[in-house]
């Protein structure tokens, strides 16, 4: 049986959205992404990256002096699971209940209704 994958914080998400974005990277071009929109320092983002790595959520290639960082799971794998979190804590198992509760909580566009409408005849149609 696989080990489950942990479920990554908030920070951690925004480091692994920079990884799946940027793909391999060392800790000081994670920090220089972060910077633009979070008052974090280096060694901050250094410490956080070694606890996800010791977590699973990043895998470290130290064969250079300057260790690089990958995402351990794609950004779909990582999503499907936490969606698949939210839905059966917060909305008991009900998918519909999620959709409901996005749709309300901000208004919707014409085109993110089509676009929504166009996904689910693409999920039906699905074998």
């Keep these: 049986m696989g080990r489950v994958q942990p479920k990554p914080t908030d920070t951690e998400l925004a480091i692994?959205?920079?990884l799946w974005e940027r793909g391999p990277s060392t800790v000081r071009q994670v920090h220089e992404v972060l910077a633009d929109t979070r008052d974090t320092g280096y060694t901050?983002?250094?410490?956080?990256?070694?606890?996800?790595?010791?977590?699973?959520?990043?895998?470290?290639?130290?064969?250079?002096?300057?260790?690089?960082?990958?995402?351990?799971?794609?950004?779909?794998?990582?999503?499907?699971?936490?969606?698949?979190?939210?839905?059966?804590?917060?909305?008991?198992?009900?998918?519909?209940?999620?959709?409901?509760?996005?749709?309300s909580a901000k208004g919707t566009s014409a085109a993110e209704l089509r676009e929504i409408r166009r996904l689910i005849d693409d999920y039906r149609e699905k074998p």
Excluded: P
């Design 44 to 103: 901050t983002t250094l410490k956080l990256m070694q606890i996800m790595a010791d977590k699973g959520l990043v895998t470290r290639n130290e064969s250079a002096r300057t260790h690089i960082y990958s995402a351990a799971a794609g950004q779909e794998q990582t999503e499907h699971a936490l969606v698949k979190d939210l839905v059966d804590r917060a909305f008991g198992g009900s998918a519909a209940a999620l959709v409901l509760r996005a749709l």
């Design 16 to 18: 692994l959205r920079v």
